[in-house]
């Protein structure tokens, strides 16, 4: 009989509404384990009770021997956590990168640079890696970094490896590379703990998969007995089998579930005018693809693996062409050529990243509010007018939390503040369709609260909205309507 090696008993952790709520989990020594569930299920919750970052407010852990309770918080050099960014340092080679960590655990003071060297080239080699220890970290691509920080538990001796949701932009040869290695790292008898979103990834190495929702623990499948229907049916929640079947078979199906897929925020008086129409639209791994919008109204796209929503929009901002059909924005066929395209037929795009790069640094906020709508309220199209620049500031920026708003710079307003900008700026240019790329899902509460603030003035004139996100509870909390996305893979 194996040994346990991680054991979580009724813990509570986090913040309420994100909270783990009596959350129990069992890994045996040696064990392969995926954890999956939905944005805000509790998995970045249950990472930061293992890492060290968030505090047990109720309920056991024990962990290789050791049990922390109630205010503790855990502290464990015998686990290793790959979390969504890389934590290797670029300007180091990938020998140096593992030789800091082995010198903090091993209590090394001298080591030998080609002792290093030869070691580190020994352990790629006997895991396959087509990788050499003198390369610089930031050399490598996004696997390889992965690969190499797995390789840090082989050097240091560290038995239980988490693995945070990494894989959502993960190419296949890369994921197949990470897949080879976890295999061999399996048969050493590691114990290793995925943490994902999606579908499991690693059905054919699992052990067990582990079902999240809402915080709590809701279903265990094993080899025997895994469906992905059923699956679907427990980490969402729902109990409509033909929903739950489609998005398990891959087949997108929004005629089927027009306007009744999932209950989101109710039915916005929109204008009844058709907005946004789109017709037998085929995309890589889509098929048949059909989708009418009104006039104000807030529409989500949803799929578990974030890919065939991620597709579509890519669709309409003009990043990628469609295979097949059509689409139309008020009647007039539309084939964006390009993302610089977009803005010409009054349409915007909220990029995922929007909050880095909504302000330009150097700047002032009225500037910056202005940078949409310069050509239309310059004299000339060349020469700023003032006068409307110092309206503008005035109008909008006692929305800001600054205290002098429009000669702040760019580079000093917070988070919030870059967020109403970006979308003060959409306001000022009056969009028909506003297209959002999952800004949603790292979102705190604020933040939410200020986009469907806006949301709600932008609808108001007659915008469409149209969310693409993973993130199915925030979701039904900001959309008139949910379509449930797939792919044929």
């Known amino acids: 009989m194996k040994q346990e090696y991680l054991s979580i008993r009724n813990l509570i952790a986090g913040e309420e509404g994100t909270q783990l709520d009596r959350f129990h989990l069992r890994i045996s020594q040696g064990e392969f384990v995926e954890l999956m569930g939905i944005e805000g299920s509790g998995k970045a919750q249950l990472t930061g009770v293992l890492t060290g970052n968030v505090r047990i407010r109720s309920g056991r852990v024990c962990i290789a021997g050791h049990t922390y309770g109630p205010g503790d918080i855990l502290r464990s050099t015998n686990i290793l956590h790959i979390g969504s960014t890389p934590s290797l340092a670029g300007s180091l080679t990938v020998a140096e990168n593992v030789a800091l960590l082995t010198r903090s655990r091993k209590l090394r003071i001298l080591v030998h640079r080609r002792e290093i060297i030869d070691r580190v080239n020994f352990l790629l080699s006997e895991f396959g890696l087509a990788i050499r220890a003198e ?5 490598l691509g996004e696997g390889e970094k992965r690969a190499v920080e797995l390789l840090r538990a082989v050097e240091n001796d560290i038995p239980f490896i988490l693995i945070s949701d990494i ?77 739950a079947r489609a998005e ?5 199906g929004i005629s089927s579930f027009h306007g009744t ?19 037998d639209l ?36 003009g990043e990628n062409r469609p295979l097949g059909g059509e689409m139309f924005l008020d009647g007039v066929p539309y084939a964006p050529d390009s993302p610089d395209d977009i803005s010409r037929k009054g349409v915007d795009f909220l990029p995922h990243n929007i909050l880095s790069c909504s302000v330009v640094e150097g700047m002032s906020y009225s500037e910056n509010l202005e940078l949409s709508t310069m ?14 620049q110092d309206y503008l500031a005035d109008e909008y920026g006692k929305e800001l939390e600054a205290e002098d708003p429009g000669h702040i710079k760019g580079r000093d307003l917070n988070i919030n503040d870059r967020m109403r900008v970006a979308l003060q700026r959409i306001l000022l240019h ?57 792919t044929n893979t």
């Open 135 to 139: 390369t610089r970290a930031d050399e």
């Open 167 to 243: 894989f959502q932009t993960t190419g296949q040869a890369d994921l197949q590379m990470i897949e080879s290695l976890l295999r061999k790292m399996k048969a050493r008898h590691y114990t290793i703990l995925v943490l994902g979103s999606g579908f499991p990834r690693f059905i054919d190495l699992d052990d067990r998969i582990e079902v999240i929702r809402r915080g709590r623990h809701v279903r265990t499948f094993y080899h025997n007995n895994y469906d992905r229907e059923a699956y679907v049916r427990w980490s969402l929640g729902i109990q409509d089998p033909a929903l």
């Open 248 to 252: 398990a078979t891959g087949h997108a």
């Open 261 to 279: 897929a999932l209950p989101a925020s109710g039915k916005r008086n929109s204008s009844g005018v058709q907005r946004l129409t789109i017709r």
């Open 282 to 317: 085929e995309l890589p791994g889509i098929h048949n693809i059909h989708l009418e919008a009104e006039a104000g109204e807030i529409i989500g796209l949803y799929d578990m693996n974030n890919r065939g929503n991620h597709e579509l929009l890519q669709c309409l901002t």
């Open 375 to 388: 050509r239309k309220h310059s004299l000339l199209g060349i020469f700023v007018k003032k006068r409307v």
């Open 430 to 486: 009056h969009p028909r369709l506003l297209l959002i790329e999952d800004v949603l899902s790292d979102m705190n509460i604020e933040l939410l609260r200020i986009e469907t603030e806006y949301f709600s003035r932008l609808t108001e004139s007659g915008c469409t909205i149209l969310i693409s996100s993973p993130n199915l509870t925030v979701l039904r909390q900001v959309t008139d309507r949910i379509i449930v996305l797939g």
